[in-house]
């Protein structure tokens, strides 16, 4: 039956994405926030699909930790959903995402026009210096600024030394660093097929105090992210009432 549902979503997931890419091409057109609504309805339609096909419910914790205007979310970076739920909870995300991915047809096309920040790991200074422009002009348009320090996936139980761009971000918009931790592995693991019914939740908590050196900063976010999230998995699937996933924040 797992298999069965995880089929079903799959086939959803792709035909959203198709749909909505190709009916929303007229946005391409329009202003930045035009394409920001595509992609929060895209979001939100691939999450209501992975909650009636497969069963998965999503709680957010620590909503009143999220300061207003500009910030910097150092997310955990488990699973694909990390990267869908952000553009449902909040109004202007601005992702920061590999370069290639903007080179997409429509899913690229969209990404760019919403704003989203691409990163080149193999640019050098000039590929960091473009990506600090463009976060700091997110920040100072009061967006959140969402980064998975951790570069990639990590599978459930496994921990990566956090990359150092999440500091250069901080240091250079200025803004609130908020660490978040997610249990989303257990649901949807890295490079899985299945997906598995159950409870995801994501915890946003309280914003480091400004002006950490970059060690400490990164040495702060993985004990703080780590060890929630240690605790997330330790918890029983539906321990919890779900709060619904379309609270959103300005």
């Known amino acids: 039956m ?7 979503f799959n086939i959803l997931f ?5 749909v ?8 391409l057109l329009m202003t930045r926030g035009a394409a920001v ?3 929060r309805l895209w979001a939100r339609l691939v999450i209501l699909a992975l909650r009636y096909t497969v069963g998965v419910r999503v709680e957010v914790r620590g909503w009143e930790n999220l300061p207003p205007g500009g910030v910097v979310i150092a997310a955990k970076h488990q699973s694909a959903f990390d990267t869908i739920i952000w553009l449902s909870l909040l109004d202007r995300p601005a992702y920061v995402m590999k370069k290639e991915l ?26 960091l210096r473009s990506m600090l422009r463009a976060a700091t002009a997110a920040v100072a348009e009061g967006r959140q600024v969402v ?3 951790e570069g990639t996936r990590t599978p459930v139980g496994q921990r990566v030394a956090y990359q150092p761009g999440v500091v250069a971000i901080a240091s250079g918009t200025g803004a609130p660093v908020v660490p978040v931790a997610t ?8 490079r899985h097929f299945l997906k598995r019914p159950g409870l995801i939740r994501i915890v946003i908590l309280p914003a480091l105090p400004a002006g950490l050196n970059r060690a400490r ?3 702060s976010l993985q004990e703080q992210i780590e060890s929630t999230t240690d605790r997330l998995m330790s918890e029983p699937q539906f321990g919890h009432p779900p709060e619904p996933v379309d609270k959103s924040v300005g």
Do not use: C, N
């Open 14 to 18: 792709f035909g959203i994405t198709a």
């Open 147 to 149: 980064i998975f320090p």
């Open 183 to 190: 249990d989303s592995g257990r649901v949807w693991g890295r």
């Open 217 to 219: 900063l990164l040495s």
């Open 2 to 8: 797992i298999w069965l549902r995880s089929l079903v």
């Open 37 to 39: 609504q595509v992609t």
């Open 102 to 127: 903007l080179s997409i047809p429509i899913y690229g096309w969209h990404a760019r026009k919403a704003g989203m920040i691409p990163v080149d790991r193999e640019g050098g200074g000039p590929a």
């Open 20 to 27: 909505v890419g190709f009916i929303a091409i007229p946005t």
